[in-house]
């Protein structure tokens, strides 16, 4: 299946958790494409779609916003999942799980995850590292690729049986 794997990232991290995604996708046989949301001019062509972002200031970056702005009908129409990458604390990430599950509601996308990101002190600028206060004591990398590359599994796991489904519908 041609699948859609469009990220907002700032410095990185989660543009990384995307490559990784698109990895075990392609692995299992499709052919992922890795975006940035501002290069997808059109999703006609794709049977699915995986939609990631970074998380700044408990929200979600405008980019993915307004990818989802322009093509929200069609992204909802195909089998989507969604993820963010963070760093704060369960209680003050709240907010981002509901944004995100809020929006997921809203494409009815299959899942979404917040994954553990990645912060680096020395590669922000000053406005960034003031942004960061809340966040800069988690500095280093907590990404978990190994549960990153199961949820990715479990994403190429559904897209089989949507072309069993498929196949079974068309013989
Ligand atoms: C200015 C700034 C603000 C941030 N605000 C949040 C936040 O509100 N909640 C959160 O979970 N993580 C926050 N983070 C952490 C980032 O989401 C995390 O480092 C992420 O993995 C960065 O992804 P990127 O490298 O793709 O931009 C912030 C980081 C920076 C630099």
Redesign the pocket.
Known sequence: MNVLVAVA???????EIGASITSVLAARGHHAELLEPAQVSSVAAYDAAVIGS??????LLPDARNLVDRFGTELGALPLWLFA????APS??AR?TIELAALGEQLGARDHRLF????DRAG?SFA??V??A??LN?EGDH?DFTAIERWAGGIADELEQVQAERARATA
């Not at 990232?9 to 543009?15: K, L, P, V």
């Not at 970074?54 to 929200?59: K, R």
């Not at 553990?116 to 912060?119: A, I, Q, V």
């Open positions: 990232s700032r410095h990185g991290a989660t543009w970074a998380v700044y200031l408990t929200n990458s963070g760093l704060a003050s990430g981002t553990r990101g990645r912060l922000l960034e590292r942004a960061a809340g966040v988690r990404r």
